[in-house]
Structures are given as C-alpha cells and as structure tokens.
C-alpha cells in the first residue's frame, strides 16, 4: 500500500513582473518546506510572475516556455532537496498562445503542466487563451497528484474528473483576493468531501494592482474535515496524505444497513445536460 505523504503549502506574496525575486522566493520557501519533511510543496498561482498585467503584451513578456528558465532553475533545487514542487507561472508558446499554467517539477526534472480551463475577467485572465488540455493525473511514486487553478475550483467537474482519473490529492493554487472569500472558505472541504479526495487550496497574500489577495488557503482531507487553515500572512504550512484512505471510496457506516459511495454510484447516463455546450468559451481577449 502506498505510504503516507507530507505536503506543504506555501502562502507567499510575490512582485509583479520580478521573476528573479519571485524565483529566489520559491527556491527559498521550497528549501523550508524540504526542511519541515515536505515531499512536495504547493505555491500559489502565478507565483513566479504575478497576475495583475493591464494588458496581453505585458503578461506575455513575462511568459516563459515549460519546461523552461524556472522549471531548470527549481529542479535543480527539488534535486537538491529531494521534493516536488508545484507553482504558478504564465506559459508562452511558439504558436504566440498565452496561458495561465502551474508547473509540476520533482528530483528528476520537469514532469508536466496544467493550463487554467476556467478564466475569469480579472487579471491576466482577461488577456490568456483557455486551457486546451484535458485533465491529468500525475503519479509521483506512490501519491496520485491532480492540478487545477483558483476558478477552475468552482466547477465541481474540475475535481470529479480528477477523481475519476485516480487522483489522491488534488491541488489547486490560487490568487483569491477580497471577494473571493466564499471560494476560500467553501470550495476545498466541498471538493474532498464530494470526491472522497484530499484537497489542498494555496493561496497568495499582499496588494497587487489594487486588488488585496487575502490567504486563507487551506487543506482538508478526503471526508471534507479542514486539516489546517491558514491565516492572511505568509506561512508555509504542512499536513500528511494517506493516498490508500483515498482510493477506499466506499464508506461503510454499518455493513449493508448504511454504506456510501459518493463516486462509484454515479449515474453518468442522467447526467448529459452537463456537457451541453451552449456557446463555447474562447477567451476575454479581443486583439
């Protein structure tokens, strides 16, 4: 059976646009986590680049390819220190697309990206392509990781596919700011609880092009109970992962009188006007 996992969150402000500072901050705070027995550390959204850009020409010149620069430079340090790491950053490509991304690094190099499916009209987010590829689960050697980022935490289809695919422990960095403070406090529990997974919501902190982003991430495990909950400062927080609780779906409360199983009883042939497309979303960006 696969053994127990701790993981940290890092709650971190970051500099918009100073990616050697914000670089110097992640490697830091990565080498704290490893310190505390952290085997993989969570940073928040955009975390290497900030996310405040008033237009599409300023986000993309502080986008970089995965892998790339960062990933390099953090692997070196997940070598170093035995860990994985997650962080947000924003992705640019040959093809001149520009994505909202996290990046998944570990001992051996860069492993793989998630791109944010689901964008809001703040931030860079006005100015990014969605997310064009499909949810993936990533085995670090025993725990099953899934990635999403902060809006695509609102959609419960965002978790459950993650589940399905077998993730343990879904990550979601984020950048909550002042009116977000529902999403912080609802969407994590909610999310371990209806997919009997763990989940991990790490959030940034401190002021950015006029939005204040307030913290508050937090952990729960796969029966939706808060491991720990952060408060509105920089902290870097730690709390362990069973993968094998995970993966045992099925609740038996009393043998064959009260059993639940909130992800194998499904009844996906009820379920079509979830995937009903009335439009199609490309973006908030028009030029």
């Known amino acids: 059976m696969p053994d127990t996992w701790t993981v940290a969150g890092v709650q971190a402000d970051c500099k918009l646009a100073d990616k050697p500072a914000n670089l110097r901050a992640i490697t830091a705070r990565l080498a704290e986590a490893a310190g505390r027995g952290a085997r993989l550390a969570v940073f928040p959204e955009c975390a290497l680049t900030g996310y405040g850009f008033e237009s599409r020409a300023a986000a993309a010149a502080c986008a970089e390819p995965l892998p790339g620069p960062a ?43 998630y791109r944010k499916i689901h964008l809001p009209c703040l931030g860079a987010d006005r100015f990014t392509d969605p997310g064009d590829r499909p949810f993936a689960v990533h085995d670090l050697g025993g725990l099953k990781l899934g990635m999403n980022i902060c809006f ?3 959609f419960p289809e965002s ?21 977000a403070r529902k999403a912080a406090e609802l969407a994590p529990p909610a999310r371990a609880w209806e997919n009997h997974v763990y989940y991990l919501a790490v959030n940034r902190v401190g002021d950015e092009a006029g939005f204040r982003y307030i913290g508050l991430s937090s952990a729960a495990d796969c029966l939706g109970n808060v491991l720990h909950a952060a408060g509105d400062g920089e902290e870097v927080f730690t709390f362990e992962v069973d993968p094998a609780a995970a ?7 009393c043998h064959g009188v009260y059993e639940i199983d909130r992800v194998n009883w499904r009844r996906p042939e009820m379920y079509g006007p979830i995937v009903e497309n009335p439009g199609g979303f490309t973006g908030h960006f028009n030029g």
Request: charged content about 20%; hydrophobic content about 45%; proline content about 4%.
């Open 159 to 179: 978790s459950r596919v993650l589940a399905l695919l077998g993730a343990d422990l879904v990550v979601l960095p984020t950048n909550w700011a002042t009116n």
């Open 247 to 253: 993966r045992q779906k099925r609740l038996v409360h």
């Open 152 to 154: 695509d935490g609102g």
């Open 71 to 113: 990933t390099d430079a953090v692997a070196e340090a997940c070598a170093r220190l035995n860990v994985w790491a997650v962080f947000g950053l924003l992705e640019s490509t040959p093809e001149g697309k520009l994505y909202n991304a996290v990046a998944l690094v570990g001992p051996r190099g860069y492993a793989a990206s």
